[in-house]
């Protein structure tokens, strides 16, 4: 398991794929600089008018819901589509699930154009799962993420999605296997968006459009390694977020062999 992540981020690095994020104005720097740092080339367009054709030159395709708007909405329905059509990866980041019909109707919207990768916290993914209240306090989850794992399997089954449930422990669900990944730091729920940094480190991966759900593993494994890695050297929330972009840049094959805590199951 983790001499294929050291290979796929070597390729990575290698392809610098573009990722196009359609995503939130709280995370588009953090976001961005998180892919800088992990070898990737970020591009952040989100105009109805131009998103099909940053969707046709990129690697693979975020969207993140968080700052929802009736004009983002139309072009998140734009990519989707048109990134579904051409075979181009998507992410879905479907940020405070469950809160509005609104955002439940485009969430519904963008289902449908069967994004390759799911991610969200438990309470996200379980809203996602069902559309009903849960609960959940904004974007914030109050669930862990093992209670999620039946609504990740049922949005894995009904639009063949990997899934990934953030939490104290990270599971990415796919069809024939799933994994849980026990890296991270409690300190990363001190920093916004790195959930978010998460979708787009699997965005980056899925660019390599070579195994969906190990690729969505490896994104999902590295940002909490990083993070973990990254706290262990932070004395707060502020030099976390600055020792995670270094991390994530000097991000060594020892590294990855000696602190990665993976498993793999087969269904």
């Not at 026990?182 to 979708?199: E, F, P, R, W």
């Not at 980056?204 to 990083?226: H, N, T």
């Not at 991390?247 to 805590?261: A, F, G, V, W």
């Amino acid at each position: 398991m983790e001499q294929q992540i050291i290979q796929q981020l070597h390729q990575l690095r290698q392809q610098s794929p573009l990722v196009h994020n359609i995503t939130n104005f709280v995370v588009m720097n953090n976001t961005a600089n998180a892919l800088l740092a992990i070898g990737a080339s970020p591009v952040m367009v989100h105009s109805s008018r131009e998103v099909k054709d940053v969707v046709t030159i990129s690697g693979a395709l975020v969207i993140n819901i968080g700052t929802l708007s009736e004009e983002w909405a139309d072009a998140m329905l734009i990519a989707a589509k048109h990134a579904a059509q051409i075979g181009c990866p998507w992410v879905l980041d479907p940020v405070g699930a469950g809160i509005s019909p609104f955002r439940n109707e485009v969430l519904k919207e963008l289902l449908d154009h069967r994004p390759t990768a799911i991610r969200g916290n438990a309470s996200e993914i379980i809203a996602l799962a069902s559309f009903a209240q849960t609960g959940g306090k904004g974007v914030d989850s109050i669930a862990r993420s093992a209670d999620a794992v039946s609504s990740g399997k049922v949005l894995q089954e009904k639009y063949g999605a990997q899934v990934c449930i953030s939490g104290e422990t990270d599971y990415v669900i796919g069809k024939d296997s799933w994994a849980e990944v026990n890296n991270g730091s409690i300190l990363m729920t001190k920093v916004t968006g790195l959930g978010c940094t998460a979708s787009a480190l699997v965005a980056a991966f899925l660019a390599l459009r070579q195994d969906p759900f190990a690729e969505a593993l490896a994104g999902v494994s590295l940002c909490s390694l990083a993070g973990e890695l990254a706290a262990r050297q932070s004395i707060g929330p502020g030099t976390l977020q600055l020792n995670l972009y270094d991390t994530l840049h000097n991000l060594s094959d020892d590294e990855i062999r000696i602190h990665l805590n993976v498993k793999e199951h087969a269904y």
